[in-house]
């Protein structure tokens, strides 16, 4: 039987060991599929990969801030332990486990799932070796702290918040968890609109979508028509997740401003 569990844990327990920085945190367990990800003969591959934030970065933002825990404000130094684009040992393992386990049809996406195939067992597996760093004290012993291991996709999905809740036993996570356990679709009110108006906020949103369509535009080529690059935007599942994040940080930032106003 392979030991995949051991495998990854070893593997991020080594990357971790390298980190030096004093002013980490949080760091990141990033779990991830895309349909450009493809090992093996199948597509829509399951990533994983780690980083970590500081105080520096989020320039010493509130504990329960949206640029303090959105990942979409991280510097987002990735160390990549299951990868496809350049396969990692740990990525073969991988894939001789989801063999081993009887997995098959990595990457198809059954209509009564909330994943692909190997998403959900990938993330198993990664919540218990987080849940294993912090219960043995790696973190506080090489840092000389608490530190949370947040786990999330490119949104901050139920399974995902849940597997950091599970992974952060000692409530390491409390902060993130009480940030990302609001959800603004569960409110009565009508959804803001998040581009009017010209305050801070929505004038650095603005900006972002210029800088996240700017960077689409150079990685496509850049010689496209307005209808063309219009067309592989929104057909780009990338893209959409990363347009969908910035506005669900707007939302949440009004609505914290909404809050404190009413204080």
């Not at 990938?122 to 987080?130: I, Q, R, T």
Request: overall charge negative; charged content about 30%; some cysteine.
């Amino acid at each position: 039987m392979i030991p995949m569990e051991d495998i990854l844990y070893h593997r991020v327990k080594t990357l971790m060991t390298q980190w030096n920085e004093e002013d980490i945190y949080a760091v990141s367990f990033y779990v991830y599929s895309n349909e450009a990800y493809a090992y093996g003969g199948f597509d829509n591959v399951t990533e994983f990969s780690v980083s970590y934030n500081t105080e520096n970065d989020c320039q010493g933002a509130e504990l329960r801030s949206e640029q303090r825990w959105n990942y979409a404000f991280w510097r987002q130094d990735e160390s990549p332990v299951i990868s496809t684009w350049e396969p990692t040992e740990e990525t073969h393992q991988l894939f001789n486990w989801y063999k081993e386990q009887g997995i098959t049809n990595i990457g198809d996406e059954p209509e009564d799932a909330f994943c692909p195939v190997g998403y959900e067992e990938l993330l198993g597996l990664v919540a218990n070796v987080a849940r294993r760093l912090q219960e043995e004290g790696f973190l506080r012993e090489k840092f000389g702290r608490t530190i949370p291991i947040i786990i999330h996709d490119l949104e901050y999905i139920p399974c995902t918040i849940e597997a950091t809740r599970y992974a952060n036993p000692n409530g390491e996570a409390e902060d993130f968890l009480a940030w990302a356990d609001w959800d603004w679709e569960d409110e009565e009110d009508e959804v803001p609109d998040v581009f009017s108006g010209d305050s801070a906020q929505t004038l650095a949103l603005q900006e972002k979508v210029v800088e996240l369509v700017r960077q689409f535009r150079e990685s496509a080529g850049g010689e496209l028509s307005p209808e063309e690059l219009a067309k592989k935007m929104f057909t780009s599942e990338t893209f959409m997740a990363q347009c969908q994040d910035l506005l669900l940080s707007q939302l949440r930032l009004q609505r914290q401003t909404t809050d404190e106003e009413e204080v």
